[in-house]
């Protein structure tokens, strides 16, 4: 017997089994006269296999009741079933759905609009493509390049949300076959492009990733995720999200190679997703490929972190002064508040 809120299943093996003690019969007569084995009968009388039309007939026979009777109770119980099932199913993803941002995701039209919740379940299974809400805990099914997921944390839910709006808008774009090698000889030249103004290399940079076979795609920060990117594959393209309103241009490039070094150092796929080790290095990375360590190092020792010093060498490395004064900030050579004049703000649209 399985049961739910409002449904009751009983198996057909429930009235077998009443039958059985009507008669004194034993379990192990009872399958010697219906010619089965004493384990199918257990399993039949327990609902664990199914009674089919060919039993239906044998119980005729042995217990004088029509094989009409047994297959409809055979039907409802299946019927039941189903509805019980579904029923807990709703009530699983009903408290799972409860901690997705989903007035968010609606505001950002990824999803339908509702305060029903068994509707939002519902919006939700469709969104992602799953029966259930539970199966987002399957590795299988997130395959983020990130730390292992969990359904009961907030923020990975809203993480899920996020990577899940930007697989379907990569579902739109064209890549050509997926080519490492020449993503990792296309580096200097996306580098090149932090001295550009967004509407500049926001095409060019697309471009250049997807003759390597990645979708790149600008999303809006969802709330509680804590988010600046993520990178995954799906089907035969990799999918590099980053969020981008409101961004400093230094975290925006330093967040895209991050994820890129995801993809050149081999951490996409990984089953139980990426380790601490993982984010270091691809955070090692992103830093050195931006500006080279050694001459960031020559930069440090001497000493001079004057804004026309700063200047000269953002121009000797070729990229954008602010990704030098974010690394400064971030390394404590100077306070957050000196040298913002020199960081930028890009509003990318999404």
Known sequence: MIRSKSYIATPPG??????????????????????????????LINGEV??????????????????????????????????????????????????????????????????????KVVYL???????????????????????????????????MAWAQEARIQAREIQTSPIDIQGLIASIPEIRKMTVMD????????????????????FLPHLKGSFLQGATFLDGNKIVVGLT????????????????????????????????????????????????DPTEFETFIQRKDYSESNVLAFANEQKIAPGIVVGRMQRKGMIKYNELNNLKVQYEIAV
Request: net charge negative; glycine share 4%.
């Open 198 to 217: 967004p509407e500049e290399f926001c095409p060019k940079v697309k471009k250049t990733l997807e003759n390597c076979g990645i979708a790149l795609v």
């Open 50 to 119: 199914q009674l089919t039309p060919e039993v239906s007939m044998r119980l005729e026979t042995v217990l004088g009741i029509p094989a009409s009777f047994w297959n409809n109770l055979e039907a409802i119980y299946r019927e039941k079933l189903l509805k019980v099932k579904a029923e807990n199913a709703m009530d699983e993803d009903e408290a799972i759905a409860q901690c997705f941002p989903y007035s968010e995701m609606a505001k950002c039209g990824w999803i339908k609009e509702t305060r029903n919740s068994k509707e």
């Open 244 to 291: 981008v309103r409101g961004k400093d241009a230094d975290k925006f490039w330093f967040s895209l190679f991050h994820e890129l070094a995801h993809i050149v150092l081999g951490h996409i796929g990984k089953t139980n997703g990426t380790t601490d080790q993982d984010e270091n290095d691809a955070n090692t990375w992103s830093e050195d490929t931006l500006i």
């Open 125 to 159: 299974r469709q969104f992602f493509g799953v029966v259930r809400l539970a199966l987002l805990g399957n590795e299988q099914i997130t395959k983020i390049a990130c730390r292992r997921l969990a359904i009961s944390e907030k923020s990975d839910l809203a993480l």
């Open 14 to 43: 429930a009235t077998i089994r009443e039958q059985l003690n009507d008669r004194g019969m034993s379990q192990k007569e009872f399958a010697a006269r219906m010619d089965l084995s004493e384990k199918h009968v257990s399993k």
